[in-house]
């Protein structure tokens, strides 16, 4: 299950009931499309967008765009429903907002499971993203993130305003010094369990690009590896940050090449760019490697 996901720099949102936004969102450039049957669709047009993801989801994969569907959370009677629109041929896969703890995913996963079966699509092919947007989500993101295998993307956001501040109480400031904390911890917790590829929440000003900038440059710092975004003008700018530069890509490949030689020789450390490395950086520095490879962002193999 885990071994089918990839590594997302940026994950878009569209809303579900624009048909129109939907089919024109991928040539955006973002590494996936998040079609939301959630917040941004009004009650009387969910089965409207429904009908839209159970169409247009199987046509868009089969043009090898990725594709998550927000579902409504598991305690307002409509998840059921969405999820049968939403497990289709080639759904990537499932976000869940306002994950309260593991009996959320584990209850998704029975009902992605169920429509796999119902489908005769291959069990396990969907994955889940559990939005961390409660208080306890965010107490027990390690529970959530080993209650299913399918959960390969998972992280903590900090907006003005919306759920999450509301959950925490916190006050939102462009610097983020309040939210460090929860995206942290929340980070920590999905390494912990073995998610693969832990993304952090949007940067909710459209035209504030400085601001967007410094907060997924931060994000990358901390470890994270993409982040949503609502907007198609952060899309470029996310991507660029969360892409390893040519010159990292050239100093992982030089070390890798220095280790190599320095076993050679029957050494196990070697000094390089004016640091001792060893196999340790050698191992973060194949890790990184691969993950650029993964991105497309290498010319040949690193060995």
């Not at 024109?24 to 429904?50: F, H, N, Q």
């Not at 059921?80 to 869940?96: C, M, N, R």
């Not at 949503?228 to 030089?254: A, L």
Request: aromatic share 6%; with cysteine; hydrophobic share 35%.
């Amino acid at each position: 299950m885990r071994d089918k996901a990839k590594p997302l720099r940026t994950m878009m949102y569209v809303p579900g009931n624009k048909e129109d936004w939907v089919r024109k969102a991928p040539k955006y450039g973002a590494d996936a499309l998040i079609i939301d049957l959630e917040d941004s669709v009004p009650p009387d047009e969910k089965p409207i967008a429904r009908e839209i993801v159970s169409r247009l989801v199987p046509e868009l994969a089969s043009e090898g765009v990725t594709l998550f569907v927000r579902v409504n959370d598991m305690e307002t009677g409509l998840t059921e429903e969405d999820v049968s629109s939403a497990v289709q041929k080639g759904t990537y896969g499932i976000t869940l907002p306002m994950t309260r703890g593991p009996e959320d995913v584990k209850a998704i996963d029975e009902l992605i499971t169920s429509e796999e079966k119902k489908k005769g699509i291959e069990h396990g092919s969907i994955l889940i993203d559990p939005g961390l947007e409660t208080a306890t989500g965010m107490r027990f993101a390690y529970d959530v993130g080993i209650s299913s295998e399918r959960v390969a993307h998972m992280g903590a956001g900090g907006g003005r305003g919306g759920d999450i501040a509301r959950a925490i109480g916190y006050r939102w400031t462009a610097m983020g010094t309040e939210t460090l904390f929860i995206r942290s911890k929340v980070l920590l917790d999905s390494r912990a369990a073995g998610v693969p590829y832990p993304t952090t929440g949007l940067w909710q000003d459209i035209h504030d690009h400085e601001g967007l900038r410094a907060f997924a440059n931060h994000s990358r710092d901390l470890g994270y590896n993409g982040m949503t975004v609502i907007h198609p003008s952060h899309v470029p700018i996310v991507n660029e940050i969360f892409s390893p530069s040519r010159e990292e890509i050239e100093e992982w490949q030089g070390l890798v090449e220095a280790m190599r030689e320095t076993r050679e020789s029957g050494g196990a450390a070697v000094s390089y760019q004016g640091g001792m490395v060893d196999i340790a950086h050698e191992k973060t520095a194949v890790e990184m490697l691969e993950l650029a490879g993964k991105l497309g962002l290498l010319k040949s193999d690193i060995c």
